[in-house]
Nanobody, 114 residues
Framework: QVQLVESGGGLVQAGGSLTLSCLASGNIFRFNAMRWYRQAPGKQRELVATITSGGYTNYADSVKGRFTISRNNAKNTVYLQMNSLKPEDTAIYYC????????WGQGTQVTVSS
């Protein structure tokens, strides 16, 4: 059974930075891609960033230039470095991994105060 555990969320002022981590139970090379999603209150879950097993990355327009997704295969961990945070980035951030199946973490809260 795959487990994904997010950490690193918290409260930060606008303009600040946070780094989220997603620790997977086992080798992350077995996943075609790993992604970060977020869900703000009253809104649908949205895709924030993707990193494939080959290292290809992609970002939502709203975070391009501010967020960076990366992976450390030796640590079975994917990161989301978030800079220049805005109040509209406030959401629960979820880690996702997929191969033939889709796996989700429990989420970590990010709150950006103005």
């Amino acid at each position: 059974q795959v487990q994904l555990v997010e950490s690193g969320g918290g409260l930060v002022q606008a303009g600040g930075s946070l780094t989220l981590s997603c620790l997977a139970s086992g080798n992350i090379f077995r996943f075609n891609a790993m992604r970060w999603y977020r869900q703000a209150p009253g809104k649908q879950r949205e895709l924030v960033a993707t990193i494939t097993s080959g290292g290809y990355t992609n970002y939502a327009d709203s975070v391009k230039g501010r967020f960076t997704i990366s992976r450390n295969n030796a640590k079975n961990t994917v990161y989301l470095q978030m800079n220049s945070l805005k109040p509209e980035d406030t959401a629960i951030y979820y880690c996702n991994a997929n191969n033939a199946n889709n796996y989700w973490g429990q989420g970590t809260q990010v709150t950006v105060s103005s």
